[in-house]
């Protein structure tokens, strides 16, 4: 088949003037509204969004705030947690998880994950465990939730906090043994996202949300986000400036709508890899947990008896970007060296650093794009 030099050169990670292009009109007019009226801090949209996201997710609050990182920050201030308390998180995941729990001077236990879900192994909680173990972090890595039935059984067992870190898994869907389904975030005490743009509801700048079913730590997680401020000039807590712009709430509202269509497209994305590379003895190509849907933030082979560095400059040459996400497990990592930890004190994390590799996966490819990207990894692979 022949390519046009249109797929070659124009295949991205994510494609967002592509996205961008098809909601123009109505993106273009909601951000020219809130410049008329001016009201860029805490405008109508931000309500708006907030009321349209927890009708969406089927949570009772929506609280909006700047950024990820900021929501799991808010998220641990509002558990009143002391210094020295400690928080499991997983080796295997984006700084912002772990960043936090050190800012604010609590203790962060790493523990590793699952090699074939990537996310957090429960076996590992259940070990890190001690008296002073106050919250779990589990994180829903690529887009596909943890085992939250068994994080949930472990929480309540030991009395801790969970705090879903579900960034990369807006819209994801979760099932219990009992049927009962819940959408990534809501199934802890706090659930934290990301609108980053590349996130797959993305805005066009920086933005967050936490999520909770629980009135009281609503009311906390909202106080805290603005400056702990209850009335004018009333601080009732510490806090910190963490608000959405009403212009990214806007943008939000609308593409809001658009998610679902969104998680789909990357979905035939992810099949139509899995079919190429389904008997590829190099490739392990995503387990699909049967408890939990996948929107696949990330599509992300293992790579098996393969050169993954020949791999990716064999792509790259032919213009098909690709990624490690991520390149070196979160403890050894040397901004977090006086926890003390070691390499092989977490297997799991330290060899998928070592292999995985992340393909193209957003909301406009087309079928050229994946009959070439798939090609060139199979070509490489013969070598
Ligand atoms: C993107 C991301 C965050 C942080 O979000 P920001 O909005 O960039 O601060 C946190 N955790 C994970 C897993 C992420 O992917």
Redesign the pocket.
Known sequence: MEISTEVTTNIQMVDLQGQYKKIKKEVDAAILKVIENASFINGPEVKLFQQDLEKYLEVKHVIPCA??????QIALMALDLKPGDEVIAPAF??V??AEVVELLKLKLVYVDVDPKTFNISTKAILKAITPKTKAIIP???YGQCADMETIMEIARENNLFVIE?A??AIGSTYTFTDGKQCKAGTIGDIG?T???PS?NLGCFG???AMYTNNDQLALKLRLISNHGQSKKYCFDSIGVNSRMDTIQAAVLKIKLKHLEEYNTSRNEVAAYYDKAFAKHSNLITPLRNTKSTHVF?QYTLITKGLDRNGLMQHLQKRNIPSMIYYPTPMHLQKGYAHLGYKEGDFPHAEDLCTRVVSLPIHTEMDQLQLEYITQEVLNYCKN
């Not at 950024?67 to 799991?72: E, F, I, K, S, V």
């Open positions: 950024n990820g990182t900021d929501a799991l995941t984006y912002a998880t994180v829903h890595l870190d960034a990369q934290c990301s609108f980053f996130k920086d933005g967050g933030h």
